[in-house]
């Protein structure tokens, strides 16, 4: 980060580090961005050749009256406009050739470095900031990529080459171009000093405000049940003022540009003339010629106001190319780099935790604490506890979404860390606690876990889930369109979507957290007795609230505080386990109470 007391240069650094560091996108368009640059060249070379040809028509074509040569004078000033056209397009076509390819080959390389990152990373940058990066901040980065292929050198090129014509015609009317030069300069450079902080708080504002507008989308169904739609409203009208209020002072400073350049160019051009007038009436140079000098002055006015865009431009393309570099610094805290696929220690346990404790990324306080854990293949366990206990915490370490802070988690005898992701993922199957389905038919999203599943396996899924027979009532089965989210989905039919997805390819480990939470008690039921009898072989989490959803299982753990409060069955644990014998207390009925005691 870039703090106060750092010097302009030190900013001015900075600042070019990151641009240079995105430019490694365009190696694949290195002919483009010759092409591009090296025709607006060319266009330039023949601006420039327009005053001389101008001064030789006033000078020997109106001043004699000579008819043909002022036609040909014309004519050449018109070929010299067409093939200027010519070349304008051609490298407007390879600048936005490059450019565009540019903003591919970014938004790929950031996402694919987005998805290497790990919950933590992911959890402490916030994805409404990932998004504006991923759309707004690349967006602004491709444009500017755009305009520096087109007049990064062209509009250099231009003033300088109208100094040097100038300086042919008349060397002491060219010094007053050379006067102006400091000034423009002082003008251009203060106005980016200026501007390049305040764009990178319009950026960080326009994070917040898609945060808002996130919460607001994702949240509608809460906000309208509750009657916050003018409250909505009015936070998010503020959000927006504040961003508008930012842009407009950023504008502000950048509309300085052009009215202070034509000041400063218009004074001299005022200058020329009044000194011009008096070379003229000595002799010492044509009425042509300073009608040159003029066009020559306003062709320096217009590529300093080519300039003037182009500053602007770079200020925003620098505060993006900031805050993109910023997430490709972010380096993932969970990585299977080096990783290479491992064998199974035969006879070992499917899960094994030793003396893990893990806290969250930021935090000074443990979310699990001495957890020592062993469950056989083929065990079907529950865990449950309180809300914030740590239930998932628990079953987001066997994946690797987060590694454990102290002690091993192992999977088939090998620490998970030592797994490459592909091989260790490809044994497990996830139904989360919020289900998550994609755009797409219904057949799309059960092949997730395995993009080969055939219909044959599908289904068996499906039936496995209890969502075979709502999906066969559906018009296209399988074929049905679910759209964003399965918003066309009850809670219930979500839930037993994911459940089956997580089945599909027939896993080692399913994880299922707290993923009956929406269904009714008659389809809970059926969903434990089918997994009971067909995942012989498989090792089941189940994460539930329910005492009734895992009271039949093999293995219970009890979580408290972070802590395991007791292991065992439901009738040793309601024995045993205070805190179990609560839950249940809290959810069973008498009767079902006392048939426990005395068993």
Known sequence: MITDGQSMLSVGSCVEK????????????KKESVI????????????????????????????????????????????LGVLGLACSLTAQYFAAKASVGFGTALRTDLLRHINKLSYAEIDSIGSSTLVTRMTADINTAQSGVNILLRLLLRSPFIVVGAVIMAFTVSVRLTLIFLVIAPCLAFVIYKIM????????????????????????????????????????????????????????????????MNPLTYVIVNLAV????????????????????????INYLNQILLALLAMAILVTNITKMQASAIRINDI???????TDEGNTEVTEVSGAPCVEFCNVSFSYQGSDEYALEDIDLTVKRGETVGIIGGTGSGKSSVINLIPRFYDATKGQVLVDGVDVKKYPF??????????????????????????????????EEIIRALKLAQAYDFV?????????????EGKNLSGGQRQRLTIARAFVGSPEIVILDDSASALDLATDAKLRRAIAEETSGMTVFIVSQRISSIKNV????????????????????????EVYREICLSQLSEEEVRSIGKS
């Open 554 to 577: 093999d293995k219970i753990i009890v979580m408290d505080d972070g802590k395991i409060a007791g292991i065992g069955t439901h009738k040793e644990l309601f024995r045993s386990c």
């Open 328 to 334: 490709f610094a972010v380096k993932p805290s969970v």
């Open 472 to 484: 066969m009532e559906k018009p296209d089965k399988l074929d049905e369109i679910i759209h964003q």
């Open 18 to 29: 990151n641009m240079f560091r995105l430019f490694r996108y365009l190696k694949n368009y």
């Open 422 to 455: 592909s091989q260790l993922r490809s044994k497990i199957g996830i139904v989360p606690q919020r289900a998550v389905l994609f755009k797409g038919t219904i057949r799309d999203n059960m092949k997730w876990r395995n993009k080969y599943a055939d219909d």
């Open 36 to 79: 591009g640059p090296l025709f607006k060249l060319i266009e330039a070379c023949f601006e420039l050749a327009v005053p001389l040809v101008m001064a030789n028509m006033i000078e020997k074509g109106i001043r004699n009256e000579d008819m043909p040569y002022i036609l040909k004078m014309g004519g050449i000033m018109v070929l």
């Open 193 to 256: 000093s200026l501007t390049i902080p305040r764009y990178k708080n319009i950026q960080k504002t326009l994070d917040r405000t898609n945060l808002l507008t996130g919460e607001a989308l994702s949240g509608a169904r809460v906000i309208r049940a509750f009657s916050r739609q003018h409250d909505e409203e009015k936070e998010f009208a503020a959000m927006t003022d504040e961003l508008t209020e930012l842009q407009i002072k950023a504008g502000r400073i950048s509309a300085l």
């Open 270 to 293: 005022a200058v020329l003339i009044r000194a011009g007038s008096v070379h003229v009436n000595s002799g010492s140079i044509t009425q042509g010629e300073l009608i040159a000098l």
